[in-house]
């Protein structure tokens, strides 16, 4: 006999937004053109608010083989449906020590104490209590609706060139090079239940702390483990140089190879 979740969510959105080109300069001498590229949207949604998104570049073409462009963004994602009403669900992942246990136990200090004993433990447990087996840990996965997760913000960063020169042995050919810089911030995600451990009792995050579940000073009761509910974490940031390249052959009577 089947079992359904009694579960269910939605959100509601309006939006306003405008984009446009602006040629500011064309045909003097070193700019074939110049063009301003520019939007803006104001998104307001039921269940995070108001949240703005932008854009400005610039587009300069020095000639008909080579353009060079900068763009700067900023862009916002709402959390979706799956990640503001999934339902709790147990699961097990992995995670190699308990560090409040007997595992552990030569060296736990007295700062390490404390942060167990804020965790849910007894003075008199720490140290005691046995190990993660077989290197798992139950977990408490989903929405947490209590706190209910937050939108995420990125600024990013582009600037690139295009040079598509005119060669009789290639046809469309294309090169493009572009660096980029991209930060999100409030990044929508979860830990993993050895990163929320190690947060509460090697960084002391309290926050991380209220995440262990512990039942009699254990992590191994059935109703004991770590809860990994989807959450805003700090930021996620990515660094580097994109390259393309498209070539294009004339293959006579076969046709055109790409």
């Not at 947060?199 to 000073?217: E, F, M, P, T, W």
Request: proline share 2%.
């Amino acid at each position: 006999m089947a079992t359904w979740l009694s579960i269910a969510g939605g959100f509601a959105v309006s939006e306003l937004f405008f984009e446009g080109v602006l040629l500011l300069i064309e045909e003097p001498a070193f700019v074939h053109s110049l063009n301003l590229e520019v939007g803006a949207r104001v998104s307001y949604y039921d269940t995070v608010g108001n949240v703005d998104t932008w854009k400005a570049g610039l587009n300069w073409r020095l000639n008909d083989q080579l353009l060079f462009r900068a763009m700067e963004q900023q862009a916002t994602r709402a959390p979706n449906v799956g990640e503001l009403f999934a339902p709790v669900t147990r699961g097990l992942d992995n995670a190699t020590i308990d560090p409040c246990s007997v595992a552990n136990v030569a060296k736990i200090d007295a700062k390490l104490r404390t942060l167990c004993v804020a965790s849910g433990m007894q003075a008199q447990q720490v140290g005691v209590v046995q190990d993660i087996i077989s290197g798992q840990i139950q977990t408490f996965a989903g929405s947490n609706q209590l706190a209910l997760t937050g939108a995420e913000q990125a600024g990013t960063t582009t600037v690139g060139m295009v040079w598509t020169p005119d060669f009789e042995q290639l046809s469309n050919f294309s090169l493009s090079v572009d660096y980029y810089d991209i930060k999100v911030n409030d990044v929508i995600g979860s830990f993993s239940a050895q990163e929320v451990l190690d947060s509460c009792y090697v960084l002391g995050d309290l926050a991380s702390c209220k995440q262990i579940r512990r039942v009699n000073g254990d992590l191994q009761d059935d109703t004991a483990g770590v809860e990994l509910y989807t959450q805003n974490l700090s930021y996620l940031q990515a660094e580097g140089l994109e390259v393309g390249l498209s070539i294009g052959f004339d293959l006579a009577n076969l046709g055109d190879l790409q």
